[in-house]
């Protein structure tokens, strides 16, 4: 396993408006590194002293205490605290993805609503809101959203292409949307697991075994 980064967890819990997808990169880091989640859970052990107290509201500090445990992958314990704070973009995203992870897309739809109504220009949140529609079946919504996502010829794009066809059935256009994803982003973990399901499934046993050694390397793994 590589070294860890140099990351200063604290100094990122304490910044006021954090950016999410620097928040999403600390999560990724801390599952690849027990240093650094050694690190984190030692910040969530004494959170009042460490992080609350730099923080400018009470309801600031509920919603970092939430991203924190969301971090370390605790998806049920951050919806427990995020869900009474008062809604902000940062609440809003964690407790939305928080719901994906714990298989409740109709929740994750609505707190992703309202991510996406406070900033509809942050790529996270849009391919996240985007994941929601595909998971709660709004099918011709998510269509619309693809369509969308997929002017920017992004790796998460093509995913959730493959990913509207695959939970409908359409196997051999999801498998076009996934080897899409690939060719831009050849590590692209959602891509390759969903790949490897269809390979095993259609009984294409090397393909299936090649991808699942690829998505082995990877950490954090996708958790669908």
């Known amino acids: 396993m590589s070294?860890?980064?140099?990351?200063?967890?604290?100094?990122i819990l304490t910044t006021e408006d954090a950016a999410l997808d620097k928040l999403r990169?600390?999560?990724?880091?801390?599952h690849c590194h027990v240093d650094l989640r050694t690190q984190l859970e030692e910040i969530i052990s004494e959170f009042g002293t460490k992080v609350?107290?730099?923080?400018?509201?009470?309801?600031?500090a509920e919603v970092r205490r939430g991203t924190a445990q969301w971090m370390l992958g605790k998806s049920e314990e951050a919806i427990q605290i995020l869900?009474?704070?008062r809604v902000s973009k940062e609440r809003s995203f964690v407790l939305g993805v928080s719901?994906?992870?714990?298989?409740?897309?109709?929740?994750?739809?609505?707190?992703?609503?309202?991510?996406?109504?406070?900033?509809?220009s942050?790529?996270?949140i849009s391919t996240s809101y985007c994941e929601?529609?595909?998971?709660?079946?709004?099918?011709?919504?998510?269509?619309?959203?693809?369509?969308?996502?997929?002017?920017?010829?992004?790796?998460?794009?093509?995913?959730l292409k493959g990913l509207?066809?695959?939970?409908?059935?359409?196997?051999?256009?999801?498998?076009?949307?996934?080897?899409?994803?690939?060719?831009?982003?050849?590590?692209?973990a959602p891509s390759l697991f969903r790949l490897a399901y269809i390979m095993d499934s259609a009984g294409e046993d090397n393909r299936a075994m090649e991808l699942s050694e690829q998505l082995r390397t990877l950490r954090p793994m996708p958790l669908n």
Do not use: C, M, W
């Not at 070294?3 to 100094?11: C, E, G, R, W």
């Not at 929601?132 to 079946?137: C, V, Y």
């Not at 509207?164 to 899409?180: I, M, N, P, R, S």
């Open 3 to 11: 070294a860890a980064p140099a990351l200063d967890i604290k100094d």
């Open 25 to 30: 990169d600390v999560r990724r880091e801390v």
């Open 52 to 60: 609350a107290k730099q923080l400018s509201s009470e309801n600031k």
């Open 83 to 85: 869900e009474p704070a």
């Open 99 to 120: 719901y994906l992870e714990a298989g409740r897309p109709n929740d994750a739809l609505t707190n992703l609503k309202e991510a996406n109504e406070a900033d509809s």
């Open 122 to 124: 942050d790529p996270l």
């Open 132 to 159: 929601a529609k595909i998971r709660a079946g709004r099918y011709e919504e998510a269509e619309t959203h693809v369509e969308k996502l997929l002017k920017k010829e992004s790796a998460q794009g093509f995913y």
């Open 164 to 188: 509207l066809a695959d939970v409908q059935g359409f196997h051999d256009q999801a498998t076009k949307g996934y080897e899409k994803a690939l060719e831009i982003e050849p590590g692209h």
